[in-house]
């Protein structure tokens, strides 16, 4: 931690970068977790994530804690899925996929994975906003509760069930139209 303080310039942005780490650090380690399931590797990606937002903290100064959770998460996922995808291709560790992103029941999108015309879906997902995309791979690629994913993100649990309700239905309707 002190070393990323050394980054940061001014007195009153050492303090609000040090509550910031000590609010969201637990919460940013926990995701890195769920995706790498070591935690030397977690810690890593986490305090590089730190690191990174210390160099450039004069562009986040000023943002709510809960836009800087959300960055974090975002910055967490796209380090661990890079150095997963490092890992896939010097086959250091195997990657588990999960067929089932969005639940067992018949319907259009179990169709399309089935016929395997994932570009379909891969489109879909990627026309979703970032906070919609975290729900979704929270709740369904690390099968967190609604509980869960409410208390990472800061968002109700009668939210979360509303939102994944609607990302599935928009998924659906995007599907079912290719």
């Known amino acids: 931690m002190i070393e990323l303080l050394l980054l940061i310039e001014t007195p009153e942005d050492k303090i609000k970068f040090e509550k910031l780490y000590k609010n969201i650090h637990r919460r940013l380690l926990y995701v890195a ?16 994530v730190f690191a990174k937002i210390a160099k450039d903290y ?54 399309v994975l089935k016929e395997e015309n ?32 409410g208390k990472l993100l800061g968002l109700k649990v009668k939210t979360i069930d509303m939102r994944l309700y609607r990302i599935k239905k928009r998924l659906r309707e995007v599907i079912s139209y290719e």
């Open 33 to 48: 977790l769920k995706f790498l399931h070591n935690q030397q590797d977690a810690e890593d990606i986490v305090h590089d």
């Open 58 to 111: 004069p562009k986040y100064r000023g943002k709510p804690e809960k836009e800087m959770l959300s960055l974090g998460f975002v910055m967490v996922r796209n380090a661990s899925i890079n150095l997963i995808r490092a890992r896939e291709r010097h086959k250091e560790t195997p990657i588990e996929i999960k067929d089932d992103l969005l639940g067992t029941e018949a319907d259009p999108l179990e169709d």
């Open 118 to 149: 994932v570009e379909v879906l891969n489109q879909a997902l990627t026309d979703l906003n970032e906070e919609d995309k975290n729900i979704l791979v929270l709740r369904y690629y690390h099968s967190m509760s609604y509980k869960e994913i």
